[in-house]
Nanobody, 125 residues
Framework: QVQLVEFGGGLVQAGASLRLSCTAS????????MGWFRQAPGKEREFVAG????????HYTDSVKGRFTISRDSAKNTGYLQMNSLKPEDTAVYYC??????????????????WGQGTQVTVSS
């Protein structure tokens, strides 16, 4: 089993920054893919960004490119989502997720085996 624990949500004004963290425990992350998703009220959970743990290669949805940065600290088994220039439409519950054994870029929630508890990000205009 893998446990994912998130920190870092909050209430900010438009244009501000937040950094989310997701710390993994329980099993090796060496072959994992970590993704960040978000879900706004009444909407489906959507892919935001993903990172291949071993290589550090990243993938983003178009709406956050240039504003969000996903990264990881392998020594701490922690992934990060740095969110800059936040907009009201970024308001959602943000989740980290992991698939421990994959070679692809995973954008569908169903592809992930483990999920964090979620953290609320609210951006006021």
């Amino acid at each position: 089993q893998v446990q994912l624990v998130e920190f870092g949500g909050g209430l900010v004004q438009a244009g501000a920054s937040l950094r989310l963290s997701c710390t993994a425990s329980g099993r090796s992350f060496s072959s994992a893919y970590m993704g960040w998703f978000r879900q706004a009220p009444g909407k489906e959970r959507e892919f935001v960004a993903g990172i291949r743990w071993a290589l550090g290669s990243t993938h983003y949805t178009d709406s956050v490119k240039g504003r969000f940065t996903i990264s990881r600290d392998s020594a701490k088994n922690t992934g990060y989502l740095q969110m800059n220039s936040l907009k009201p439409e970024d308001t959602a519950v943000y989740y980290c997720a992991a698939n421990l054994l994959t070679r692809g870029i995973l954008t569908a929630p169903s592809a992930y085996d483990y999920w964090g508890q979620g953290t609320q990000v609210t951006v006021s205009s």
